[in-house]
């Protein structure tokens, strides 16, 4: 998928002027990243639905607050990370009262056993890449310019991502 | 593996990624030809990697069904365009037929000698201050008509109402429009964006030229509608009728002394299109009616939630009726219920008549009655039931001792507290008044004004229930002693269900089974009255024990009726119902997915909305096993003891197989000494460090200097941890370090500015009267100071706290200048909740509001030192 930002742009003003169909384009557009970068930080699929929708449905009421210059594509991810780094602190604060209590146990089930949970496992900065890595046709410059890092540096983290992940999965299996 | 081949191996990941250079390809795949260690771990990343694309191929294959799911709920899926081709061009009929209702009053009327001129009604209408008209259109004979609101003002002044838009404009240019459902500003309508153009052609007053000419597009000027006398039946109303076109006509009555319009309809032959307008002339509206931020002030109020209020805000009714809640609030208030009637049961159950019983919130809702009552002996009473009668208002409550049946003290005095009853558990109930009483009717038994409810059993279920929470544990023991068996009324239903509830409570499965046995006949025999979820802990029970069989009989017996409530013919209710049951027995129960499918007839697997109960259910089958091998070890580890001492502080007792021990919904004590913890550990000495991080035994958060000196990060300690508890996470880290040799120093680092928050001692509020400086209002949630989370059970200082400081701390390690916030304020969890709310610190503007907020609140206060940085260095014991 590649992010076409001038057709983006054509599309808003179509909005701004008449049409409010014309968003449902845009959501065509872009829903599927906003949802890998949801994905990618939060883990969870079902979360990632949540704030992915909570995303589009903000950028929908908010798109007159769109800058002309501004690319849709890097507002929306914009709003969707900020949703989601929101929401990491929310969820942050109910397992932290939790662990009040049981420390131990909440500990040990944080470790868990298919790969969908060793991909939670892995620090945010480099499961988000992971996962847009595999959302992005596994092409690390469009990821690059996504997260608006350097190449070398979506490799890296890539690379340090799937090692990580390499030693979850295989700690696992040792059990 | 030698130090060649973690070259090596730092390279195959980027291999496997695609992302190596085909220069370093050929090389590599020389070296993965030759050695078997780094051709294997290639293998395993290969393996991983389909793995992984198999993943998130798996979860795009949704992203169709998860887009439109985007779509519905941004609306504006298919029924837009629907709504588009319904009512625009209509609307241009509509405008057209407004505009003839001014060219009709030409007409002659053989009831009346006299004329109505055009130039009289022009006059007319400019006359006019205001004047507001409603629109019904349907498509066709059975189509549902769809209503449009419009209300015009003299300067050019226009609000509509369309749908759940509310639409301001000014001189024809659209001000504003707000989205009443999704309680934003939105992009309005299309069809009112045309209106308001369309109606600017009057400029700053009424003209019904230039709505004639506006209206219809410049089509319908020529038309001039003829008196249809045969459709005249009084001399007040003046009737005319146009031909449209072959299949439309319009007839208008008009007022005949007033020369005012006051109904249209236009009517489509052919399939039964209808167009009808009513229109009324009042007194203007006050100037705030026409004002969209007087409108959107009312709109932000997130406590009110009723749509009339905010549809119709500031419409005032020139003949003084209340056109929303808050208009009758407005004017009634609330009220305390007038006591009719006051009685004590010779048991000690306390009831009380009241008429004028109801009160009406401003909000729309409704209460009824007395929500709580106190005596002259300090005790407590809950009320255990009550019911309310329309015709007449009255209400009864019924109070019981919190002690009842064991408190035979009767009062000389009883409180009874009016409040308003809110849904929100975070906002205090408002206290409308109390009545004292000291005369009542005494052993008087409970008037059966509603129809039952009024046995001493039925109370005694009632207050069972409100028992169940544990700490009434012993009140509940107690009191069930006086409740008579299930046998021994086998046809109360109540009774039977409290015993249901009471024995899955207890988890006497065996006995849930009977009783449900008993009880489902009775549900079935009048449904109507019974909710599909009374089987819940029949079902559950079935599923626990392994009667997979009989559980999905009962399903399907249940699954068979419809009239049980939620219906099957109500599909969301009806199918949340059945996702709720089986999530229930994916959980409770940890059946495997084929017994859950089996259980409801259809393959759980197979649907979407079943997603979460096949998560659940895979988790549960995971967790029993691993339950199972943690209650195993547990056991073991009680044995050890038995033959020896406990240590003073910690122990680590290594695993024969090596494999960790998971205490998942059962305690990690040591059996017969529960004052010891274990901790299973199977992890490398690089985790022991991360997991410190994790859990900020290394404070302050993101600044973690760490250095880690000639120490073999890769070691693995297999090994569970028995310590006693209060042992904290760095004294427990710096034990399972020690057997390795290794030793955990923390050195000072650099200075650099902190700030330290300390509290003044002050006492702290009730946690529900404290909330974020500013409320969410679906506008500026990012902003400083605006509620982020609010919760029923409020927050503790440490969590607010916690919050400011990720916020404020945030990048801390790259900006030396930039101040690292301490908590010293000594509050913590223990103390409880102090908001109900916390709030977005961004920045130094959120940090100066903050500080305010802190110091306002809870008397926190922050000042500025400078303090020297830890830096915590892993290395080799020196000893």
Not at chain 1, 29 to 43: D, I, K, N, P
Not at chain 2, 601 to 610: A, D, P, V
Request: aromatic share 10%; net charge negative.
């Amino acid at each position: 998928l590649r992010l076409d930002e001038t057709k983006g742009g054509n599309l808003i003003s179509a909005y701004k002027q008449t049409s409010i169909a014309a968003y449902g384009i845009l959501v065509k557009e872009h829903y599927r990243t906003v949802f890998a970068l949801c994905m990618g930080m939060l883990g969870n699929v079902h979360d990632a639905e949540d704030i992915a929708q909570e995303a589009m449905l903000k950028g929908f009421q908010n798109i007159d607050k769109l800058d002309k210059n501004e690319l849709f594509g890097a507002w929306i991810m914009k709003i969707a990370k900020n949703l989601c780094i929101d929401f990491i602190r929310r969820r942050k604060k109910t397992n932290e009262i939790a662990s009040e209590q049981k420390m131990e146990s909440n500990t040990v089930t944080n470790e868990n056993h298919d790969l969908q949970q060793a991909i939670k496992k892995l620090p945010q900065e480099l499961r988000l890449p992971l996962t847009m890595y595999y959302f992005e046709q596994k092409n690390a410059k469009i990821i690059a310019s996504k997260l608006e890092i350097s190449h070398s540096g979506a490799c890296q983290r890539i690379r340090d991502a799937r090692k990580m992940l390499h030693e979850i999965l295989t700690e696992r299996d040792e059990k | 593996m030698n130090s060649e081949c973690q070259k090596y191996k730092e390279i195959i990941a980027d291999y496997i990624s695609g992302i190596l250079p085909d220069s370093e390809v050929k090389i590599l795949q020389q070296h993965l030809n030759e050695c078997k260690d780094c051709s294997e771990y290639a293998s395993a990343l290969e393996k991983e990697d389909k793995q992984l694309s198999s993943l998130f191929a798996a979860i795009d294959s949704d992203m169709k069904t998860r887009e439109q799911k985007v779509l519905e709920s941004i609306n504006f899926p298919e029924q837009k365009e629907k709504s588009s081709r319904t009512i625009f061009q209509p609307f241009i009929k509509l405008a057209a037929a407004a505009a003839i209702v001014i060219v009709v009053l030409f007409g002659l009327n053989k009831f009346g000698n006299s004329s109505i001129a055009w130039a009289d009604v022009v006059e007319k209408f400019q006359s006019v201050e205001f004047f507001s008209a409603v629109f019904y259109e349907k498509d066709d004979a059975l189509a549902q008509p769809e209503q449009i609101e419009l209300w015009m003002g003299q300067g050019g002044n226009v609000r509509m109402r369309m749908g759940p838009q509310v639409i301001f404009g000014q001189s024809g240019n659209l001000t504003k429009a707000f989205d009443i459902s999704k309680r934003s500003q939105a992009e309005p309508d299309p069809r009112a964006k045309r209106m308001l153009e369309m109606l600017a052609g009057m400029g700053g007053q009424f003209s019904l030229d230039t709505l004639l000419k506006t209206v219809s597009g410049g089509k319908l000027t020529n038309v001039t509608p003829l008196v249809n006398s045969d459709a005249i039946i009084s001399e007040d109303l003046v009737v005319f009728d146009s031909k449209l076109n072959d299949i439309q006509w319009m007839r208008i009555w008009a007022l005949r002394e007033s020369k005012l319009p006051v109904h249209l309809r236009i009517w489509g032959s052919r399939d039964g299109y209808c167009l009808e307008a009513f229109i009324t002339y009042s007194n203007k509206q006050p100037a705030e009616f026409f004002d969209p931020n007087a409108f959107e002030q009312v709109f932000r109020q997130q406590q009110d939630n009723n749509k009339s209020n905010i549809a119709y805000a500031f419409l005032t009714d020139p003949g003084g009726e209340d056109i929303t809640p808050k208009d009758m609030f407005n004017k009634s208030g609330y009220h305390i219920p007038i006591i009719k009637q006051a009685g004590i049961t010779k048991e000690g159950a306390i009831w009380i008549l009241a008429g004028q019983s109801r009160n009406r919130m401003p909000n729309g809702n409704e209460f009824y009655g007395f929500s709580q009552m106190t005596d002259n002996l300090d005790r407590t009473y809950i009320d255990v039931g009550g019911a309310w009668r329309l015709g007449d208002d009255t209400s009864l409550n019924i109070f019981l001792p919190i002690d009842f049946p064991f408190d035979n003290r009767r009062p000389s005095k009883i409180t009874l507290f009016c409040e308003v009853k809110e849904y929100n558990p975070n906002i205090k109930p408002e206290l409308v008044g109390t009545i004292d009483l000291t005369q009542w009717d005494v052993n008087a038994p409970c008037p059966a004004l509603f129809g039952g409810f009024t046995s001493v059993l039925s109370w005694k279920i009632s207050l069972a229930y409100k028992f169940f929470a544990d700490e009434y544990s012993e009140k509940l023991s107690r009191l069930v002693e006086t409740i008579p068996a299930w046998r021994e009324q086998p046809d109360n239903k109540n009774l039977l269900q409290l015993w249901i509830r009471l024995s899955y409570r207890e988890k006497d499965y065996a006995q849930v089974i009977n009783i449900g046995q008993v009880f489902v006949p009775l549900l079935l025999k009048n449904p109507r009255e019974s909710s599909r979820y009374a089987i819940e802990e029949y079902l559950l029970s079935l599923a626990i024990t392994g009667k997979i069989d009989e559980a999905a009989k009962l399903f399907k017996q249940i699954d068979e009726i419809d009239v049980l409530s939620p219906r099957k013919s109500e599909k969301e209710p009806y199918e949340q119902f059945k996702r709720l049951m089986v999530e229930f027995m994916a959980e409770k129960a940890e059946l495997e997915l084929e017994q859950l499918s089996k259980i409801v007839g259809f393959n759980i697997n197979q649907k979407e909305e079943y997603r979460n109960a096949v998560e659940r259910a895979k988790n549960a089958v995971v967790n029993r096993k691993l339950r199972e091998a943690a209650e195993k070890r547990r056991q073991e580890i009680a044995d050890y003891y038995k033959n020896h001492p406990l240590p003073e502080k910690m122990e680590l007792i290594e695993r024969s197989d090596k494999k960790k021990i998971y205490f998942m919904n059962i305690p990690n004590t040591v059996p017969d000494h529960e004052d010891y913890k274990i901790q299973s550990i199977k992890k490398k000495v690089k985790f022991f460090v991360s997991d410190l991080i994790n859990f900020n035994n290394i404070q302050p958060y993101d600044l973690v200097p760490m250095r880690v000196e000639d120490v073999n990060e890769e070691q693995e300690l297999n090994a569970d941890l028995i310590y006693k508890e209060g042992t904290s996470r760095l004294e427990k880290t710096e034990f399972a370090l020690n057997h390795f040799g290794i030793e955990l120093v923390i050195e000072d680092g650099p200075s650099r500015k902190v700030l330290v928050a300390k509290y003044n001692g002050q006492s702290l509020k009730d946690f529900k009267d404290v909330t974020a400086p500013i409320p969410y209002d679906g506008q500026n949630q990012l902003k400083a100071g605006v509620m982020s989370t609010g919760t029923s059970r409020g927050f503790t200082l440490v969590e607010i706290f916690d919050d400011l400081a990720r916020q404020q701390n945030k990048g801390i390690e790259k900006d030396g200048d930039k101040l690292v916030i301490f908590n010293e304020t000594g509050i913590s969890f223990e103390d409880g909740s102090v908001s109900s709310e916390t709030a977005f610190w961004p920045d130094k503007e959120g940090l100066e509001l903050a500080k305010k907020w802190f110091n306002e609140e809870f008397g926190v206060t922050f000042t500025e030192e400078t303090r020297p940085m830890k830096t915590y260095v892993i290395k080799k014991r020196t000893e």
